[in-house]
Structure formats: C-alpha cells, structure tokens
Antibody, heavy 120, light 111 residues
C-alpha cells in the first residue's frame, strides 16, 4: 500500500529557506492522478493547507503563503518537495505531506509529520 | 485562529455517543458538500474517517457518522470505545480562492 514519509532539517534559521521532501513508497507518484499536498500544524493549533502539486505539475497554493512557497515533484525519485522561503518563528510547525485524489475533496493518505523549528 | 470552529474538547464514557461540531461559513462548510473528518492519535498518521459530509471510507467503523446543517457540520461517534480517544479535525473545501480550510481540532477523552 502507498505510504508517505516526510524528511528534512528539524531546525531552520530565521530568514532562511525551509526545505522538506515527501517520499512516496508502495506506488508511483506519477501513475496516480493525485494532488500531492503539504499541510502544517502550528503548536497547539489546527491544520493549515499549504498547497499541492497535481501529478501533471500544476501547482496550487494557499494565498497567505503563495509568495514564499514552491512545491515541486521529482517523478524519477517518487518524491515531492516543499520550499518555504524567508521563514520566521511563525513558521515553526509540524509539516505533513498528504494525498488528495483527483476529483475528490478529501485527503486520504497522510505522512507521520515532521517538526520544524525556526530559531537562531 | 482556525477558519473552522470546533470545541477544544469533548468527553464521554464507553458505550455512549458524542458529537463534535464544526462551524464555518457559507463560503466553505455551507457552500460545498465537501466536509471531511480526520482522526489523529498523537505520534501516528492522521486517518480520514468521513469524506464529503457523510461518507465512510472502506474500513472505517460504522460507529462514525457525519452530517451537515447550514454552515455547521457534525461528527458523531456512537458506542464510544477507549481506542476512539484521539484528536479530531474537520476540513472543508472552500472554492478556488482559498481552496481548503480546517478546524482547530477537538480532543476526545473517553472517561
């Protein structure tokens, strides 16, 4: 069965770029018509949708983060990535990767999440 | 502050039923039949338990049910079991401007 796993630095300095990767195992990232998604959860808060990339390459971003976010996909490695630039302490959160199926309006597969702290 | 409003906590005894509300606006919960609910045991992978207001994915217990009235969606868990103790989040599609909004989560305690 398909599984997702996030990876990346747990500590990022203010003003730098946060970079995370989500590895898709048990299936091909390009064979499924899916939206490969990034979410985050600030400490003690609810979930926030960051954005997603369709398997074809089209991207969709949360308007509040659009100026700082890039989501990309590497089909050769069955991975997709998140880059969030100019981070501040407000970007400290648990970051999750997830999957939304094409034509569907829910997220049916999630990773375990990875904590990222922004601090000098 | 989350876009969708959920109670911070609910509790119930084994065998009882509880309901968790999720209140949004006509731009999200009230405007689309695309409310979903997720169960999250800390340290584990979040799990989809309800999609499109009241659909249960394969493998999800029929003790979980969803509904919606106006701008408020609800998750009901009947026959509470100890394993139901978890955090529950609602989410809703909100159109092509903001796309997706979520609630702040509700911690369910089984007494």
């Amino acid at each position: 069965q398909v599984q997702l796993q996030e990876s990346g630095p747990g500590l990022v300095k203010p003003s730098q770029t946060l970079s995370l990767t989500c590895s898709v195992s048990g299936g091909s990232i390009s064979s499924a018509s899916s939206y490969w998604t990034w979410m985050r959860q600030h400490p003690g808060k609810g979930l926030e949708w960051i954005g997603y990339i369709y398997y074809s390459g089209n991207t969709y971003y949360n308007p509040s983060l659009r100026n700082r976010v890039i989501i990309s996909v590497d089909t050769s490695k069955d991975q997709f990535s998140l880059k969030l630039s100019s981070v501040t302490a407000a970007d400290t959160a648990v970051y999750y990767c997830a999957r939304r199926g094409s034509g569907r309006h829910f997220f049916d597969l999630w990773g375990l999440g990875t904590m990222v702290t922004v601090s000098s | 502050q989350s876009a969708l409003t959920q109670p911070a906590s609910v509790s119930g005894s084994p065998g009882q039923s509880i309901t968790i509300s999720c209140t949004g606006t006509s731009s999200d919960v009230g405007g689309y039949d695309h409310v979903s609910w997720y169960q999250h045991h800390p340290g584990k992978v979040p799990k989809l338990i309800i999609s499109d207001v009241n659909s249960r994915p394969s493998g999800v217990s029929n003790r979980f049910s969803g509904s919606k009235s106006g701008n408020t969606a609800s998750l009901t868990i009947s026959g509470l079991q100890a394993e139901d103790e978890a955090d529950y989040y609602c989410g809703s599609y909100s159109g092509t401007s903001t796309y997706w909004v979520f609630g702040g989560g509700t911690k369910l305690t089984v007494l």
